[in-house]
Nanobody, 120 residues
Framework: VQLVESGGGLVQAGGSLRLTCVTS????????IAWFRQAPGKERERVSC????????YYADFVKGRFTISNDHAKNTVYLQMNSLQPEDTAVYYC??????????????WGQGIQVTVSS
């Protein structure tokens, strides 16, 4: 099982980035894929999740209306479109996958993480 993130980087406040998580090694439609983030000195937190079974989506309150999660079943890929980025969105963003329809856990599959930095 592999999950590989890309698309991070440095952006000014108010800008946008799109993160990509390319997955392999499992049946895509059986999994939920989520984005988590961890800022320096803070706990890892949930950002957004999508069930590839029925495309149900979940969002943390602090990203509702700004971030959009989506998937491409043909490419086994999940995206996180991040708009109106703010400095407090600066973190390492992780893609994670787990069997079922809900948020993956620490025991599931995780990518290496990718840095997102938002300058003020």
């Amino acid at each position: 099982v592999q999950l590989v993130e890309s698309g991070g980087g440095l952006v000014q406040a108010g800008g946008s980035l799109r993160l990509t998580c390319v997955t392999s090694g499992f049946t895509f439609d059986d999994f939920a894929i989520a984005w988590f983030r961890q800022a320096p000195g803070k706990e890892r937190e949930r950002v957004s999740c999508i069930s590839n079974y029925d495309d149900t989506t979940y969002y943390a309150d602090f990203v509702k209306g700004r971030f959009t999660i989506s998937n491409d079943h043909a490419k086994n890929t999940v995206y996180l479109q991040m708009n109106s980025l703010q400095p407090e969105d600066t973190a390492v963003y992780y893609c994670a996958g787990g069997l079922g329809s809900f948020w993956p856990t620490n025991e599931d599959y995780w990518g290496q993480g990718i840095q997102v930095t938002v300058s003020s």
